[in-house]
Structures are given as C-alpha cells and as structure tokens.
Nanobody, 126 residues
Framework: QVQLVESGGGLVQAGDSLRLSCAASGRTFSSTVMGWFRQAPGKERDFLAAIGRLGFSVVYASSVKGRFTISRNNADDTVSLQMNSLKSEDTAVYYC???????????????????WGQGTQVTVSS
C-alpha cells in the first residue's frame, strides 16, 4: 500500500507559478513510478507528467511540456510539480499517483496507476 497526500494548490492569476507537492508513505517510495494528473469539471482525468523510480526518466504531456517540471526526492518520499506560466485552462483538481513499475514504458494513463491522492484544487483566474 502507498498513501499519497497532495498539497500546494490554490487560487492564482494567469502567468503565475505554483508548486504542488505529494508526500508518500507506506511501500518503499523508490520502487514506484510517480505521475501527476488533473481533472477539470466534466472532463476526463488527464496525464501531465511522470518520473521514473530514481528520477532520471521523465515524460510530459505536450500540453504542459516546457511549463511544468516534475521532480522527486527519494530521501523524503516526495514528488513535486512546478507549474509556471499558468493559464486559465490549467484550472482543475490535480492528483498525484503511484505504481510499482519499471521506468519504461513510462505509464501515462490513469488506468495504469494503482495508488492515488485525494487531489488538490488549482484555480487560475484570467
């Protein structure tokens, strides 16, 4: 079992930056691939980014590549998502997710992930 708790969401203006964090507990963190997803009202849960077990492999959705950066710290069992140049269309509930997996192929769909946090709301006003 892996328990995940997101933090760092909030209300920001377009163009601002925000950093989300996800604290993991339970199973050995370094054995899990970690991902970030988001879900806007009435829409599906979309993949944003994933990072391999030791942090050397990363993959991004085209919609956020260049603006968002995923990172992890296996010393304190956390994964972060740095979000820059935020837009109103980035408004959603953001989730971190975990799966015990090899780094490649990197899981990029919600159905591939086993463990989920409760989500944190990010609202970007224009």
């Amino acid at each position: 079992q892996v328990q995940l708790v997101e933090s760092g969401g909030g209300l920001v203006q377009a163009g601002d930056s925000l950093r989300l964090s996800c604290a993991a507990s339970g199973r050995t963190f370094s054995s899990t691939v970690m991902g970030w997803f988001r879900q806007a009202p009435g829409k599906e849960r979309d993949f944003l980014a994933a990072i391999g077990r030791l942090g050397f492999s990363v993959v991004y959705a085209s919609s956020v590549k260049g603006r968002f950066t995923i990172s992890r710290n296996n010393a304190d069992d956390t994964v972060s998502l740095q979000m820059n140049s935020l837009k109103s269309e980035d408004t959603a509930v953001y989730y971190c997710a975990a799966v015990v997996s090899a780094d490649w192929p990197m899981p990029q769909t919600a159905s591939e992930y086993t463990y989920w946090g409760q989500g944190t709301q990010v609202t970007v006003s224009s």
